[in-house]
């Protein structure tokens, strides 16, 4: 019973560098969510998404930060151009119908900007 | 002012004793209510969620809501080393496209 996948675990960018996440969600799940998690700090939203959609991307950077869900294969957020602040904890969490109440999150990618 | 508040702790406790974590909010049109259990280093796991107010009980857990106190609980009965994890309240309401998190409480259970 494979849960949601993501990777790298770990992510180690220069500044200027572009980072790939990539979440795989689990099996029969359509919709997918991304968030950022800074020491110490919550969750925040970035961006839902299903297959082929971008649903809500109210909490992603305007500039620099993109995320992509294809017909096939995972999820992929896109940083561009990494800067210090954008060191964090990056996790996913998937959900079969999008409900809030049902979503399973990923181990997470932990990005670094050197 | 931030959608949703949690208190960080460090919360510290004998082994056995009955934990209580909570969290406010501002947001009215919040609906759903969720409780995760994030372990240093590993993604949240969902442990509960309820819908408006009332309480549910799990096990050991359980949550109630307070819509009218805009006010939130978890309590962990018989608490056990193995529930040393941060905790984190989250909530939705406007639809099911932004989710809320508090910044979690960090819960250490003393054998």
């Known amino acids: 019973n494979a849960g949601v996948m993501q990777n790298p675990r770990h992510l180690v960018r220069r500044r200027g560098q572009e980072a790939r996440l990539r979440c795989s969600p689990m099996k029969g799940h359509s919709h997918v969510y991304w968030y950022r998690q800074l020491p110490e700090e919550g969750l925040k939203f970035m961006v839902y998404?299903?297959?082929?959609?971008?649903?809500?991307e109210s909490g992603m950077p305007k500039e620099r930060f993109s995320a992509e869900f294809p017909k096939e294969g995972p999820s992929i957020l896109r940083i561009q151009q990494v800067v210090r602040g954008d060191s964090a904890a990056y996790f996913c969490?998937?959900?079969?119908?999008?409900?809030?109440?049902?979503?399973?999150f990923g181990p997470g990618t932990r990005l670094t900007v050197t | 002012q931030k959608e949703v508040e949690q208190d960080p702790g460090p919360l510290s406790v004998p082994e056995g004793a009955i934990v209580s974590l909570n969290c406010t909010y501002s947001?009215?049109?919040?609906?759903?209510f969720m409780w995760y259990r994030q372990y240093s280093r590993k993604g949240p796991e969902l442990l509960m969620y309820?819908?408006?107010?009332g309480n549910k009980e799990d096990g050991r857990f359980t949550a109630q809501v307070d819509k009218s106190s805009k006010y939130i609980s978890l309590f962990i009965r018989d608490s056990q080393p193995s529930d040393s994890a941060t905790y984190l309240c989250?909530?939705?309401?406007?639809?099911?496209?932004?989710?809320?998190f508090g910044s979690g409480t960090k819960l250490n259970v003393k054998p």
């Open positions: 947001n009215s049109a919040f609906q759903y």
């Open positions: 989250a909530m939705e309401g406007d639809n099911f496209n932004k989710f809320y």
């Open positions: 969490a998937s959900s079969p119908l999008g409900g809030p109440y049902e979503q399973y």
């Open positions: 309820t819908y408006s107010s």
């Open positions: 998404l299903q297959k082929e959609n971008i649903i809500d």
